[in-house]
């Protein structure tokens, strides 16, 4: 994961400094209805496999083809639309762009069903190094093509080249195609489950980018550019980091699914390590964005921090429900995530439709503010797994209240160092607060302290290289 961040991270602060806001603009609003399109594709055909009791070589047939026929079907239909969108929204060049979107679609649900057999063997190792190559391999690519001056092409390319990488690499590394006769009995199997997910990824990503759709009416090309950018700040750490535990929970917790009461106990341990993790990296963003933007991707999104600081504290309030859903999939009940995402969604868009027209700050406010409604989410799983809530509460506490010292020292610091170059007047005050925050933690929570060093000694122990003595198998 840390390999991913820098460097997709390292290539988005590369990029930014060659795409105006515009063009980010552009972007931002494509690549949800092309990002759609890849949820779809890839969740409602594959992930379906993963909860299958047995996994059949006809099953991840169906999968390849079920994949391959819906995201084509989606971005030919992205691709037609588009003329119709440019019009509706009467912004020039966005019909190019849901042109592009729609053509990237069908690349980036290729390696959907080897994903979920992965998952579905609990083979992390693997699939975490085929990712992780995929990214790098990806962010070389949308540099090359941006420094040839399609800049446009260049934003999706970032992320859209990731699955025809991820195709190549299983390949490469012997993973069959999984191609061979299948009926219907075996779509039937993966649509049961795969149906429900992809009403929650469609859901997942009409939460994540509706606001943009719906500020594209009000406001202009520039400012949703500078929206995007920080958006796209924003999932590289919650997309990256809730990506991975997401991936590890949904096949790991399908596995003891029988057994409720231990699924809830390891929630409850999950979301504790998740939200503090999270915390820590969005924290730093939150005491000194102006510097950082600067830092990031240069002077030209500098007027951007007031939109960063408030996306920074939705997502760190988003994350207060981290793992609910992949855990509401683990038990069985995969309805659950879309239905919550609609609701969620419906919240947002409410508040964007009425605050886009005094500006793209009031949205990044009231996106914020929509993010205190993400504590119902856990106590909807709490009554349905049956932990009570208020081992929740207790859990969560102990990460929660240090922030907020944490954050409000930091930000006091940050006004000492603002007329520091931009490096210093974000490093003094961010390394400041997570010194504060970790500290805090550690000083006042006994079992995280040992739970984490045991997880640190367990991973030097699976990093070590082995060593066989006489007699030793």
Known sequence: MGIRVLCVGGTLALLSRIVDPATMGLYGVAWAAAALGQNVGRNGAAQGL??????????????????????????LMLAFASPAVEAFYGMEGLGHAFLIGGLFVPLMCLPAADQAVAQKQLNFSRLTIVQTIAMVLASITALIVALAGYHLVSLFALQGCVGPYMFLLFRLSGQPLGFSRFGMVHVKDIWRVGGHLSLTSVAAVLMQNLPQLIMAKF?????????????????????????????????????????????????????RYTAFAL??????????????????????????????????IMQMLASLGSNVFPTFQAIGKPSAGWRWMVFFSTIQASIVFVLARYGVEAVAV????????????PLWLSRVVGFPFSDYVRSMAGIILPVLPA??????????????????????????????????????DRHL?????????????????????????
Request: aromatic share 10%; proline share 4%.
């Open 50 to 75: 993963i909860a299958l009791p047995k996994l059949e070589t006809a099953h991840v047939a169906a999968a390849h083809v079920l994949a391959a026929l819906l995201s084509i079907t989606i971005g």
């Open 219 to 271: 406001l202009s090309a520039e400012a949703l550019g500078f929206y995007t950018f920080c958006f796209r700040i924003i999932q590289l750490i919650g997309t990256q980091l809730g990506g991975m535990v997401w991936m590890v929970i949904y096949p790991t917790f399908s596995s003891i699914q029988s057994d409720i009461e231990r699924v809830g106990r390891a929630f409850l341990f999950s979301a």
């Open 279 to 312: 915390f820590l990296c969005l924290m730093v963003l939150v005491v000194a964005p102006g510097p950082f933007l600067e830092l990031f991707g240069g002077d030209q999104w500098g007027g951007g921090s007031r939109i960063l600081l408030f996306l920074a």
């Open 366 to 377: 009231g996106m914020a503010a929509s993010g205190l409604a993400m504590p119902l989410a």
């Open 407 to 444: 954050i409000a020292i930091g930000m006091v610091i940050a006004s000492w160092t603002q007329n520091l170059i931009p490096l210093l007047a974000f490093a003094i005050p961010a390394c400041a607060a997570g010194a504060i925050f970790v500290g805090l933690v550690f000083a006042t």
């Open 449 to 473: 302290r040992e739970n984490l060093g045991a997880v640190i000694a367990y991973g030097r122990k699976r990093m070590a290289p082995s060593q066989r003595g006489h007699g030793q198998q």
